[in-house]
């Protein structure tokens, strides 16, 4: 299996076009590496893509694929990518299929039924691509089969919805966004997908354990990073994200799992690890943990 970060940013991207916090201006002056939003691709050893996730940086995502020459010749106007997998439904991780509606065949997607619900309804961008490429949806089951050999499982994460979607009557545990176990079933090996995680129970640490490679949640260091900048009134808590830093935070539940590479993704602008040699990215560093970014490539 080969897979691609094609974004490591979470939404907004970094720098964020209306923040002028540490990261942002230090991205600005060329002292911090720019990331696009949230989206990774993947492929079996000679097989087809697949994209996890349709930023709204997408275009810019497909362009720097291509100039690393991973995709064959292609004519037409055809997708590049033989299905697209959402996780949820934000606007972050689903925007990107409106740039995507020039495709000259149908959209195939996969997604849970709680997301094909919101993005007809609440953010119709599935009502709206039927006047364009079309859409092929199919559920986001426990277990689905994208290749001979590649098979991804999905897992509940998160009981939020949108905000676009919180004004719906709905049951308080509705799962509203998943990860995603990506097997390789020719070689065996499996990376573990979560850019939205709220917490890390035993269930989760002994999934991610399994795996020989996660890609999780890195969007804050702190709780209080937002109110503390003055730049919103949620903790990363409230927003379904658990931090970094912390007796209960990430990096401390991490430092147990010995198996797998780790790999931080959906990462906030404002999130300290991305300035080089801050004290917050070389407590991350030093613990084997990996900053995710643009174009990371690697095999499994």
């Known amino acids: 299996m080969i ?24 991205s600005r002056s060329g002292r911090a590496t720019a990331l696009t939003q949230s989206s ?10 697949f994209l996890i996730n349709a930023s709204p940086d997408v275009r810019q995502q497909i362009e720097l694929m291509r100039a690393h020459n991973c995709f064959a010749p292609q004519n037409g106007r055809s997708l590049p990518f033989a299905g697209i997998i959402l996780t949820d439904a934000e606007i972050d991780h689903t925007t990107g299929l409106m740039l995507l509606r020039e495709s000259s065949h149908p959209l195939k997607i996969y997604s849970s039924d709680r997301v094909k619900f919101a993005l007809t309804t609440g953010y119709p961008l599935f009502s709206t691509l039927q006047n364009y490429c079309g859409v092929d949806w199919s559920p986001l089951d426990a277990a689905i089969s994208l290749a001979s050999d590649l098979e991804v499982e999905a897992f ?37 997908y979560a850019p939205g995680l709220a917490a890390i ?4 640490q002994r999934r991610l354990n ?51 590479r780790k790999i931080l993704v959906h990462i906030n ?6 300035i080089p040699n801050s004290p917050e990215r070389q407590a991350v560093e030093s613990q084997e943990v990996e900053i995710g970014c643009d174009g990371l490539m690697f095999d499994l």
């Open 3 to 26: 897979v691609r970060i094609l974004g490591a940013a979470a939404g907004g991207g970094f720098p964020q076009w209306n923040c002028h916090c540490r990261g942002c201006e230090a």
């Open 40 to 49: 990774i691709a993947i492929r079996s050893n000679g097989g087809d893509w």
């Open 156 to 192: 509940a994460l998160s009981t939020k919805p949108p905000k676009y979607m919180q004004n719906e009557d709905r049951s308080p545990d509705e799962v509203w966004g998943v990860g995603l176990t990506i097997r390789d079933l020719s070689t065996g090996k499996t990376l573990t």
């Open 201 to 204: 129970d035993e269930t989760m």
């Open 210 to 260: 399994a795996s020989d490679c996660i890609a999780i949640d890195g969007t804050f260091w702190s709780d209080d990073e937002l109110p503390a900048l003055g730049v919103g009134a949620r903790s990363a808590l409230q927003m379904g994200h658990l931090p970094l830093s912390g007796e209960r935070g990430s990096l401390r539940q991490l430092e147990g799992l010995t198996g797998p």
């Open 269 to 274: 602008n404002t999130n300290p690890i991305l």
